[in-house]
């Protein structure tokens, strides 16, 4: 069982910036990938970043790719969403998630969900 917190939400003007985090519980975390993803009012859950056990393997969402940075600190059971130049199509409720497996996109493929930060961007 893994138990996920999220952190860091907020409001924030374009073209700024907001760090994300997740704490889990458990001592099994570094054997988990951990993703974040995100929904937006109206809108389904979507996939934003995700990243392997040891942190060498990450894979991106095209909308924020090369804007967005997930990292993870396996000593403090933390992953982390660094989210620059951010728009107002980022805008959303970010949910971190956790499962045994590979890196994926899917929504399916994760076991475990946190509550959900809001971050709100301004134009």
């Known amino acids: 069982q893994v138990q996920l917190v999220e952190s860091g939400g907020g409001l924030v003007q374009a073209g700024g910036f907001l760090r994300l985090s997740c704490a889990a519980s458990g001592r099994t975390f570094s054997s988990y990938t951990m993703g974040w993803f995100r929904q937006a009012p109206g809108k389904e859950r979507e996939f934003v970043a995700t990243?392997?056990?040891?942190?060498?393997?990450?894979r991106y969402a095209d909308s924020v790719k090369g804007r967005f940075t997930i990292s993870r600190d396996n000593a403090k059971n933390t992953v982390y969403l660094q989210m620059n130049s951010l728009k107002p199509e980022d805008t959303a409720i970010y949910y971190c998630?956790?499962?045994?497996?590979?890196?994926?996109?899917?929504?399916?493929?994760?076991?475990?969900w946190g509550q959900g930060t809001q971050v709100t961007v301004s134009s």
């Open positions: 990243i392997n056990w040891s942190g060498v393997s990450t």
């Open positions: 998630a956790a499962t045994p497996r590979g890196t994926s996109r899917g929504t399916d493929e994760y076991n475990y």
